[in-house]
């Protein structure tokens, strides 16, 4: 397993997400080894990745990515613009069925990485946009979810960015409303490489994707 260096920004605590979890007591910014990302993982999946039974009520099924009740099997690869199902779970009593479409993976420039200090330099930001879906109808208001990037030649970057770039990369919650089947809504996760550019973004969350991600790729 990669050790990922996670670096947080101070400067954006009100815009993102967890900005403050990795900050020094001063407030100023600070970067940590961590050997996981810190996304949360499912413990029970609601379904079972691979499953015979095409069931759209228990979200089982082995079929390609797309349908509502077709849950992406493990190692899936697919194309930026492709919609994957996915099983998910933000906290114990927040687990449902998503379904996540990667829009873009853009390039962002070092200069937008100012905000998260000297721990950042070198690094090149990469924004990750997707529109999540509702699938399963189950409340999942205020949820988060982040996807990794993927380096060219299929490594991951090694590090955690936690927080975001206002205007270019926003890392959105799940609204208030995002709790009945085709809500939806957008966001960005933001990641970063001092080498080989980032070419792709993954899905790896719970025992069942850890191994074998679905991953989107330009």
């Known amino acids: 397993m990669h050790k990922r260096r996670i670096v947080s920004a101070a400067a954006v605590v009100a815009l993102g997400l967890g900005l ?22 499912p413990s029970e999946p609601d379904s079972e990745a691979g499953s015979e039974s095409p069931d759209a009520d228990s979200g089982d099924g082995d079929a390609p990515a797309g349908g509502e009740g ?5 190692g899936t690869e697919l194309k930026v613009g492709d919609r994957a199902v996915l099983p998910f779970a933000y906290t114990s009593d927040k687990k449902g069925t998503i379904a996540v479409t990667v829009t873009a993976i853009e390039k962002g420039a070092e200069a937008d990485m100012a905000a ?24 999942l208001s205020y949820a988060s979810l982040k996807l990794d990037g993927v380096l060219e030649g299929g490594a991951g970057t090694g590090i955690v960015l936690i927080g975001d770039i206002p205007g270019k990369c926003d890392r959105e919650s799940a609204p208030r409303e995002f709790t009945t089947k085709g809500a939806s809504y957008e ?10 550019p980032v070419t792709a973004a993954q899905f790896d969350e719970g025992d069942t994707y850890s191994d074998s991600p679905v991953v989107w790729a330009n």
């Open 20 to 41: 403050s979890a990795c900050s020094d007591e001063d407030g100023e910014p600070a970067a940590k080894e961590s050997p996981a990302a810190s996304a949360p993982a």
């Open 70 to 74: 077709d849950v992406a099997a493990p």
């Open 116 to 139: 998260f200090g000297d721990k950042a330099k070198g690094m090149t930001p990469y924004f990750i946009k997707m529109k999540v879906e509702n699938v399963g109808g189950t409340d």
């Open 187 to 196: 966001t960005c996760s933001l990641t970063a490489t001092k080498g080989a």
